[in-house]
């Protein structure tokens, strides 16, 4: 089956903090004088040039116009990318840097980095930062990055 769109889903950490856009930034925060942030609208396409048993995704914003990317350097940096969702999804190329595996862990999920094994999309505790990049240590402290995040579908 090919999708004719991206799906649409909203994210939150399980801290509770939506991602939102601002200034390209994808950030994650809560309230902003006073108003309850909605969330960025996240649009998302599986990739269907890896193994789909790994449940392989590529994340995009603002209408999937930009996507995140991990970048090409020898260590990753999360970015926002001008790069089309459907033209990533319905191209031939395994585009990794934009594919992150998603693996469900109950109510919650976590995105690993394809290009980069080991990191993952996260937040940190302090709100209205920006979301990041990291490697996940075995004892996490409780000042460690946030890396479960709730991803529910737009209404």
């Known amino acids: 089956m090919v999708l004719s769109g991206a799906l ?6 399980s801290a509770l903090k939506v991602l939102y856009l601002h200034d ?16 960025e609208e996240i649009s998302v396409v599986p990739n269907r040039s890896l193994d789909a048993r790994l449940s392989p995704v ?7 116009s930009q996507c995140l990317s991990c970048g090409t350097e020898k260590e990753p940096t999360l970015k926002l990318e001008p790069v089309n ?3 990533l999804y319905l191209g031939a190329k395994e585009s990794k840097s934009f594919t992150f595996y998603r ?48 991803f529910q579908q737009c209404d």
């Not at 649409?8 to 950490?13: A, E, G, L």
């Not at 590529?58 to 999937?64: K, P, R, Y």
């Not at 930062?129 to 996940?136: H, M």
């Open 24 to 39: 390209n930034q994808l950030l994650a925060g809560g309230l902003h004088t006073g108003k309850v942030i909605k969330g």
């Open 103 to 150: 693996r469900d862990r109950g109510l919650t999920s976590s995105f690993e980095s394809a290009a980069y094994p080991g990191w993952f999309l996260c937040t940190v505790p302090e709100a209205d930062q920006p979301v990041r990049l990291s490697q996940v240590p075995e004892d996490t402290a409780w000042d460690a990055p946030i890396t479960d995040f709730y």
């Open 58 to 64: 590529i994340l995009g914003v603002q209408g999937g």
């Open 8 to 13: 649409c889903f909203r994210m939150k950490d």
């Open 85 to 87: 969702i459907m033209e």
